[in-house]
């Protein structure tokens, strides 16, 4: 059983910038897929960015693509999510998620989750 906390949310200004961070413990955290989502108030949780177990191959959602960086430190069994250039459509919270397979971008796939972390972003 793997255990994700959330933590580096915060208020910050549009055009900000911020890094939020993922601890795992109970498992293996170098055989998953990790992967961010969010989920801003009345809409659905989506897709943000995904990592393979080794950090080699990332994928990103178009609207953050060129401004957020997924990484990982396997050593830390940790996950990062930097963020730049931030902006109020950004504002929801982010939630880190496992899997152990292949990545996904889809949110029915992963089988641990986060409680997450608050994101706002003010113009």
């Known amino acids: 059983q793997v255990q994700l906390v959330e933590s580096g949310g915060g208020l910050v200004q549009a055009g900000g910038s911020l890094r939020l961070s993922c601890a795992a413990s109970?498992?293996?955290?170098?055989?998953?897929?990790m992967a961010w989502f969010r989920q801003a108030p009345g809409k659905e949780r989506e897709f943000v960015a995904v990592i393979t177990w080794s950090g080699g191959s990332t994928v990103y959602a178009d609207s953050v693509k060129g401004r957020f960086t997924i990484s990982r430190d396997n050593a830390k069994n940790t996950l990062y999510l930097q963020m730049n250039s931030l902006k109020p459509e950004d504002t929801a919270a982010y939630y880190c998620?496992?899997?152990?397979?292949?990545?996904?971008?889809?949110?029915?796939?992963?089988?641990?989750w986060g409680q997450g972390t608050q994101v706002t972003v003010s113009s």
């Open positions: 109970g498992g293996t955290f170098s055989g998953y897929a």
């Open positions: 998620a496992a899997r152990d397979g292949l990545i996904s971008t889809a949110k029915l796939r992963y089988d641990y």
